[in-house]
């Protein structure tokens, strides 16, 4: 018999692998059942940014979060976190996120930055655009410094504007995919791009006007967002 390799499913057995720390208490926060109502679950809304998109060679540089309550985003809970790096930031990569070596060179360490969210994280859904770089990212952070994966269930919010696009037979092109023009497609809000903390909001914000297009008014069940 093949057992299903859902998240929870691989929560449980690394929990029962890992030694005490950081990573072992957030894997023993349950995680919420995908047949629930979306509007009573809780949400973390993420954004990193990085010296590039290679996770094996590029660095974190901050990460942004802000939790959602149902329908409802937190502001209280809003972070922000430098990470440090003594590594050069590559001018390209600093044009596009403007963190420069000697701002990124007083940031906080990865694994501190890493556990903090960590605590966040727990018993939430992780909600990212584009969230393999996220997922990729964290992942190999993770083992790297906690010993062990990063495992979580995943609302993409690219991956749920592509699904609308394909179900209402909408023509599109990749830009539109992005996450400040899918933003203005709901008339949400227009913040500054490339910034950790900014964009998790949008990316919160752009779940919830998705949620609210798909929703009759008798809610649905999470697992139609999850990757």
Not at 36 to 57: N, S
Request: with cysteine; aromatic share 8%; net charge negative.
């Amino acid at each position: 018999m093949t057992w299903p390799l859902t998240p929870d499913f691989r929560r449980r057995w690394h929990l029962r692998k890992l030694p005490a720390g950081p990573l072992r208490d957030y894997l023993a926060r349950p995680f919420p059942d995908p047949k629930t109502d979306y509007r009573q679950v809780e949400y973390l809304a993420v954004d990193l940014e990085t010296t590039g998109l290679d996770p094996k060679q590029d660095s974190i540089l901050s990460f942004g979060y802000v939790t959602l309550h149902g329908h409802s985003i937190d502001l209280a809970t809003a972070r922000h976190r430098l990470v440090h790096t003594d590594r050069a930031i590559p001018e390209a990569s600093a044009i596009i996120h403007q963190i420069l070596d000697d701002e990124a060179a007083t940031g906080e360490p990865l694994e501190e930055v890493l556990t903090e969210f960590l605590q966040e994280l727990a018993g939430k859904v992780m909600i990212a655009h584009h969230s393999y770089i996220e997922e990729t990212f964290i992942d190999l952070a993770c083992k790297r410094y906690l010993g062990g994966p990063l495992i979580v269930p995943i609302v993409d919010t690219q991956a749920v504007a592509l699904r609308n696009f394909h179900q209402r037979q909408m023509p599109f092109k990749g830009s539109d995919l992005r996450l400040h023009a899918l933003g203005a497609r709901y008339n949400l809000p227009r913040y500054g791009a490339h910034n950790a903390l900014s964009d998790a909001l949008a990316a919160g914000e752009l779940l919830l006007a998705q949620a609210a297009q798909r929703d009759s008014g008798k809610g649905f069940a999470l697992r139609e967002f999850l990757v």
